[in-house]
């Protein structure tokens, strides 16, 4: 079984009573957590496009290239 944790968030009065209206008390929490799955997976979907796109900028590309040298500038080799 896996552990659930309490935790106490503060939400604006409108998303309350839309959320006390639509869904039933007994099921807030799996809903709150369903809702929070969900937005992390777009979240984590976004930067991953965002890096892949960083990856791809040449300007980038070119700063990390310039910074290269810094990596292991004074390390014994």
Do not use: C
């Not at 009065?13 to 959320?19: A, D, P, T």
């Not at 006390?20 to 979240?43: D, M």
């Not at 290239?65 to 990596?71: H, I, L, Y």
Request: glycine share 2%.
């Amino acid at each position: 079984m896996k552990a659930h944790h309490k935790a106490t968030y503060t939400l604006p009065e409108e998303l309350l009573q839309e959320l006390n209206t639509y869904v039933e008390q007994r099921q807030r929490s799996h809903f709150v957590a369903e809702a929070i799955k969900f937005a992390l997976s777009v979240k984590k979907h976004q930067l991953e496009a965002e890096y892949q796109e960083a990856a791809q900028d040449e300007a980038i590309a070119k700063e990390l290239e310039d910074w290269s040298v810094t990596d292991v500038e004074g390390w014994d080799e």
